[in-house]
């Protein structure tokens, strides 16, 4: 089946530093992922749809100078915090569909999720 | 506005009991499709059934089944013979959006049910 690879899964910065997160589907080509952020005990709210080759699609209320994201290739997306702080802890977590799979009722695929804790 | 609502925040079922998470959502597409993922307490997300809104039959997979009643906008995930690792969260979800390949629809979740499968 489809894997998406999200990397680092945990990750401890200081205040005012930035992180930078990975999001690869390993065996399929996504030219659309999604960023999620989760707080604890909460549901998974969309940030922003990350499109390959052009500018992410942000939900309203959502940093886009914050939140940069990064859809270099078919198969690699990026969230980078930055100037992170402690309000910005949560679980992020990224998705993707394989399109390729030929039909519309394919499910969005995870990554494990990166949790994030600024110091 | 919510769309998408699930009115059980927690729920408790006797192990190899059948236990039913509700979902009610809200939409003015005509095409759309609804996901259940569970999330376990170590974060990833588990794609478990999907029923399109002009799928006819109710859709099942093992011992998940999904009771749609398109009228009532009501996608309740049905599980049966519980086992102690269905305790998790569950989430229902919904995609909107034109049929076939686009660049941009979206997947929103609800805020979630917690299942206790008590031994």
């Known amino acids: 089946g489809a894997v998406v690879s999200q990397h680092p899964s945990w990750v401890i910065c200081k205040s005012g530093t930035s992180v930078k997160i990975e999001c690869r589907s390993l065996d399929f080509q996504a030219t659309t992922m999604f960023w999620y952020r989760q707080f604890p005990k909460q549901s998974l709210m969309l940030m922003a749809t990350s499109n390959e080759g052009s500018k992410a699609t942000y939900e309203q209320g959502v940093e886009k100078d914050k939140f940069l994201i990064n859809h270099a290739s078919l198969t690699l997306s990026t969230l980078t915090v930055t100037s992170a702080h402690p309000e910005d802890s949560s679980f992020y977590i990224c998705?993707?569909?394989?399109?390729?799979?030929?039909?519309?009722?394919?499910?969005?695929?995870f990554g494990n999720g990166t949790r994030l804790t600024v110091t | 506005a919510q769309k998408i609502t699930q009115t059980q925040p927690g729920m408790f079922v006797q192990e190899k009991e059948a236990v039913t998470l509700d979902c009610t959502y809200d939409t003015s597409d005509q095409s759309y499709g609804l996901f259940w993922y569970k999330q376990p307490s170590s974060g990833e997300m588990i794609f478990l059934i999907y029923q399109g809104s002009y799928d006819e039959q109710n859709a099942t997979e093992g011992r998940y089944s999904l009771n749609f009643q398109k009228a009532r906008k009501s996608a309740n995930l049905v599980i049966s013979a519980s086992q102690l690792g269905d305790s998790a969260m569950y989430f229902c979800?919904?995609?909107?959006?034109?049929?076939?390949?686009?660049?941009?629809?979206?997947?929103?979740f609800g805020p979630g049910t917690s299942l206790s499968v008590i031994p």
């Open positions: 998705s993707a569909r394989d399109w390729d799979s030929g039909s519309y009722n394919s499910p969005l695929h």
């Open positions: 979800a919904m995609r909107e959006g034109s049929m076939g390949k686009t660049s941009y629809d979206k997947v929103i």
